[in-house]
């Protein structure tokens, strides 16, 4: 394992192909470890007071966005605390009383996956841990007023039945993208917060939350492509910096060196395996002046070298 507070790096010093000079130095891990950035899904919460339709501005958020393309995933608070969604006495339900942390059902049109423990102190980064295997591009959230209400991170559509709910509902959040209610006349204006009534004018709220959306969805995609190494060769701290003035159009993918300057690269199992320019000058130096020294060779040092390391054969 590679200590905390450093690592060693192996530097070649290449004067000429058959002289090869090795040096061993310290050098701190933060500048050199390959950080590979891992984003989480974006999230917006939907809360209010039981009954004010939080489920119904759900339902026709996903159904919206689903329909523009958008791969939704949910996830509901249900504050009742001996609440399951097992059955008693079924083969599941058997399994968790057995002492299983998790039980997974597999059926033909779906996989459910129950978790036993201690809820209660899950925060927006274990919610979205649960569900970002399933690379969706954006959770609702229903429910989890509590957590989610001082949380200027998290935006919030917050569902209301009177206006006195939204008034008292708006002075205890932060980040609040829309009051929704089925309230028949118009709200007054509320720190500027767009009202939307249920359930024609949902599909406006769609609109908002896409607007939201984009820009998030956009440095993620970027820092998808980007090779996540965090190597400053570009003139930023990071490759999610980087991602960032890319989609404010004040830079460009070109920015990147360990894409653009590809002298060198490595699969492992068909993987591409990025390298910073720095490791590929070390890893190319090692290569040509091991090759150099070998019988009936002569290295220019302009060749296309491949070598493939196979599994041994049992």
Not at 124 to 132: A, E, R, S, T
Not at 253 to 274: A, Q
Request: some cysteine.
């Amino acid at each position: 394992m590679i200590p905390k507070e450093s690592l060693n790096k192996l530097i070649v010093s290449l004067p000429d192909l058959n002289t090869l000079n090795f040096t061993i130095f310290q050098t701190p891990v933060e500048e050199e470890l390959n950080i590979i950035e891992k984003m989480l899904p974006p999230l917006i919460a939907v809360i209010g007071s039981s009954q004010s339709g939080k489920t119904a501005t759900t339902v026709a958020l996903t159904k919206n966005l689903v329909k523009r393309g958008y791969k939704v995933g949910t996830i509901k608070h249900i504050p009742k605390p001996d609440f399951t969604i097992d059955t008693p006495k079924k083969d599941t339900w058997r399994h968790a009383q057995a002492g299983a942390t998790v039980v997974i059902s597999v059926a033909p049109q779906e996989i459910t996956a129950i978790r036993k423990g201690d809820k209660t102190k899950f925060g927006w980064n274990d919610l979205q841990g649960v569900i970002k295997d399933e690379e969706v591009d954006v959770i609702i959230a229903e429910g989890f007023k509590g957590l989610a209400k001082a949380d200027e991170q998290i935006p919030k559509i917050i569902a209301v039945k009177t206006k006195n709910e939204a008034r008292d509902t708006i002075k205890e959040c932060k980040n609040v993208l829309a009051i929704v209610g089925f309230i028949p006349q118009k709200l007054p204006s509320f720190q500027k917060i767009q009202y939307f009534k249920a359930p024609d004018k949902l599909k406006e709220l769609a609109d908002l939350v896409e607007n939201q959306l984009k820009p998030q969805l956009k440095l993620r995609d970027w820092l998808q492509k980007l090779p996540g190494l965090n190597c400053k060769a570009c003139g930023f701290n990071s490759c999610s910096e980087l991602a960032k003035a890319i989609v404010k159009g004040r830079a460009t993918i070109e920015k990147c060196r360990t894409l653009k300057e590809k002298r060198v690269t490595m699969k492992i199992d068909d993987k591409p395996i990025p390298m910073n320019p720095f490791v590929q000058d070390v890893a190319r130096s090692i290569v040509l002046g091991f090759v150099s020294i070998l019988k009936d060779t002569q290295i220019k040092g302009d060749e296309t070298i491949q070598i493939t390391i196979q599994r041994p054969r049992n």
